[in-house]
């Protein structure tokens, strides 16, 4: 019954912008840890950049002080707005959540089906 849509997926120029959103819908009492993963052709899926509850931010080396996320709980949404984007970035998105779906419920994650990010002149 939880599901993450993700959008803001697209086509941008190298040293471009970017921004993606994920909201969740369903039965949701809590969401934990939300983040966003990215996986190249190839290569192995890796943390983008993920954000607590509490709004801590965490980010991969790759794209720490280009890579923003934040999240907006009124709205269940989590953002991710990339700048200074390199065609390294090209790969597909993946926005994961951890929901609690009840207070005796524990929290299981879930994943939004992707949105292609390519950065290319």
């Known amino acids: 019954q939880v599901q993450l849509a993700e959008s ?13 959103s994920c909201t969740v819908s369903g039965k949701i009492w809590f969401i934990g840890d939300m983040g ?3 996986q190249a052709p190839g ?8 954000i607590e509850s509490t709004g801590r ?6 794209t720490k002080g280009r890579f923003t996320i934040s999240r907006d709980d009124a709205a269940k949404t989590v953002h991710l707005q990339m700048n200074s984007l390199k065609p ?9 959540a951890v929901v609690r779906e009840s207070f005796s419920d524990h929290g299981r994650d879930y994943w939004g089906r992707g949105t292609q990010v390519t950065v290319s002149s």
């Open 8 to 20: 803001g997926g697209g086509l941008v120029q190298p040293g471009g912008s970017l921004t993606l």
């Open 36 to 38: 966003w993963y990215r």
């Open 43 to 50: 290569q192995p899926r890796q943390l983008a950049a993920s």
């Open 57 to 62: 931010a965490i980010y991969h080396d790759s």
């Open 88 to 96: 390294e970035d090209t790969a597909v998105y993946y926005c994961n």
